[in-house]
């Protein structure tokens, strides 16, 4: 046996089964390049779903968490520590909002979302005890909670969880007619993502985000955009909601916010929303800890400069330029996405988004699947021109 395959077959042997990965053991990464444990290079055109959005190993954001190491680490929220308040304004800053609650993961953004939209429902609307309501897309993808499989139309993410938390209510993702017949007036909020990720990176109607906030507003209902995977650069704005030069009620962050060095996430809002929020009614022991803030704070310097949405900018023009040319070509049926992020279709004549996905590892570079003959492109904004071709000539070579 390989050392990959040993390991690949001990990890089997002793974890639990979720993800469905490629089979490659990565032992090093640097940029947009991995190197796995026989010593093969690979082109990332993942980046960690954007948790990686300034590469891997970026050398700004390990240095920030190095000198933090040597400080502390965690205090928990019993105590204040050096770094939370100004990571809280800074990122309050970048987002033109007021207040920020800080959490680890994507999912427990979304969930204290979801408490926050009922909290101010509750609170400031005067909607009735127990009766909230948040409207959601279909086909969409907010975590793997009980709470968040509650509202997903995916058999596999939902399948064999219930009793399933009420309170949501599932419409056609960009139907803002069925969103106006959906809200009602117990609805507190409305959650979306601005480019749904996991459905195929689907970018809705032009016109739809716009008309989601002008809803919102008139109905006195929250819009809650989830930016986890959308936000901090990926398609060449720091939010995609800017494309439609939409600010919503509430910002979900996650993913690139901890730079792919330490999960880090954050519900951003004005203090009209998450200040319904009083001491001990909700935390989380490593949410907004000294090393997050730390990594996080870079993070949000990196942003200020603009380099890294110009970047998105530039390359992502040029990835769809080269995508587009495919399609009608009989290898791609339909590409998607802004900025440094694609959905491609591949016509299944050519295989399963997974077949592709295993025929471009054989050639070093490293895509994922989701839902069929689809795969998501999506590399480090780091990545270079010249990188990115590379990785683009091997997707020809694949589909022939």
């Known amino acids: 046996m390989t050392a990959t395959e040993e390991l690949i077959a001990s990890a089997e042997a002793h974890s639990a089964h979720n993800y469905h990965p490629l089979p490659l053991v990565v032992a090093s990464a640097q940029g947009a390049w991995m190197t796995d444990v026989e010593g093969r290079r690979y082109l990332d055109m993942l980046a960690g779903y954007s948790a990686l959005n300034f590469g ?39 987002c033109g909002k007021e207040m920020v ?3 680890n993961t994507g999912a427990e953004a979304v969930e204290t979302a979801v408490k926050t939209a009922r909290k101010w429902g509750y609170r400031v609307k005067g909607v009735p005890d127990g009766r909230a309501r948040i409207v959601v897309a279909r086909d969409n993808f907010h975590g793997r909670t009980t709470t968040v499989v509650s509202f997903s139309t ?6 064999d969880y219930g009793p399933y938390t009420p309170g949501f209510d599932i419409v056609p993702y ?4 069925a969103l106006r017949e959906a809200v009602t007036d117990d609805t507190v909020a409305v959650l979306l993502e601005p480019i749904q ?13 716009s008309g989601v906030r002008e809803l919102t507003r008139d ?25 439609e030069g939409v600010v919503p009620d509430v910002y979900l962050l996650g993913k690139a916010l901890g730079g ?17 929020f009083r001491p001990g009614e909700h935390g989380s022991t490593f949410g907004g800890n000294p090393l997050a803030c730390a990594v996080g704070l870079e993070v949000v310097a990196m942003l200020e400069s603009g380099e890294f949405q110009q970047r998105a900018t530039e390359l992502g023009d040029h990835l769809h330029a080269e995508l587009n040319l495919l399609v009608g070509t009989g290898k791609v049926t339909g590409v998607r996405g802004r900025g440094l992020w694609a959905g491609v279709d591949v016509d299944p004549a050519h295989g399963t988004g997974r077949e592709i996905s295993e025929k471009l590892l054989d050639r070093g570079v490293l895509v994922k699947d989701t839902h069929g003959s689809t ?6 904004l780091v990545i270079s021109k010249e990188d990115l071709d590379w990785g683009l000539d091997q997707l020809r070579a694949v589909l022939g």
């Open 56 to 94: 891997h190993g970026n050398p700004r954001l390990i240095d920030a968490a190095k000198r933090q190491l040597d400080r502390v680490t965690l205090t928990s929220r019993a105590f204040h520590h050096d770094r939370f308040a100004e990571f809280c304004a800074r990122l309050a800053e970048l």
């Open 375 to 380: 795969i998501r492109i999506a590399p480090p």
């Open 197 to 209: 990720g996991e459905a195929g990176v689907l970018v809705p109607p032009p016109g739809y985000l």
């Open 174 to 177: 960009g139907d803002l007619a």
């Open 101 to 103: 609650l800080p959490m």
């Open 219 to 243: 109905r006195n209902v929250l819009f809650v955009a989830d930016e986890i995977q959308s936000g901090l650069g990926r398609t060449g704005r720091t939010f995609a909601c800017e494309h």
């Open 154 to 159: 995916d058999p596999e993410a939902r399948a």
């Open 260 to 276: 792919g060095v330490v999960p880090v996430s954050a519900v951003v809002a004005d203090t009209g929303v998450l200040g319904v």
